[in-house]
């Protein structure tokens, strides 16, 4: 059942405190990712922890500019930590197996006291001349493609309530049928 409340109450977080995450910490969330289900069992993804702050600054200003932003905008909110999710490219089922990695990811963070929020625009920043580049700074070969930023830190406010009118709750939805 601890299972099940956790994903019933985990929220994304756009809010962190400034205060680092300790490495086990984020050792046990990335643990929790790389055993996420795969399609045949590829393990073929990859996670890559940034915790240095002026390479943070780098991706969330990439970030920025591909969302389309005004300067001083965070689209990472933030948080003092970025999980990189990079699925092969000649994997087919790259983008499937990055988001199980991504879920498990952030129901981990929720587990161990953390918020988290799934960002998007991996894949056209690891796709660009810069991202490439970040990924050969980091020592990474091979053709990756990016499948989401997982950010997390601890939560400067109170987890939000989930909305009333959240789908899930009315098990009669357009979006659940029972036989």
């Known amino acids: 059942m601890e299972t099940m409340n956790l994903m019933l109450t985990r929220r994304s977080i756009r809010k962190f ?4 995450v300790p490495r086990t910490v984020v050792e046990q969330v990335i643990q929790a990712g790389l055993y996420a289900p795969s399609a045949r069992n590829s393990q073929s993804t990859m996670i890559l922890a940034v915790t240095r702050p002026d390479l943070i600054r780098r991706l969330s200003e990439m970030n920025r500019i591909i969302m389309g932003k005004a300067e001083g905008v965070d689209p990472f909110y933030g948080a003092p930590v970025v999980l990189l999710v990079l699925g ?3 994997w087919p089922h790259r983008v499937y ?3 199980l990695v991504m ?4 129901l981990a963070a929720h587990c161990l006291g953390l918020g988290s929020c799934w960002i998007h625009r991996a894949r056209e920043e ?3 001349p810069e991202g490439q ?3 050969r700074e980091l020592g990474v070969e091979g053709e990756w493609e990016g499948i989401g930023h997982c950010v997390l ?5 109170q987890l939000p309530a989930p909305p009333p009118d959240r789908k899930s709750t009315r098990l009669n939805s357009s979006h659940v049928k029972l036989s």
Not at 17 to 20: H, Y
């Open 153 to 157: 830190g601890y939560p400067q406010e």
């Open 103 to 106: 879920g498990n990811l952030m």
């Open 97 to 99: 197996d990055g988001s």
């Open 88 to 90: 092969e490219k000649s």
């Open 126 to 128: 690891f796709d660009s």
């Open 133 to 135: 580049e970040i990924l």
């Open 17 to 20: 405190s400034p205060e680092p």
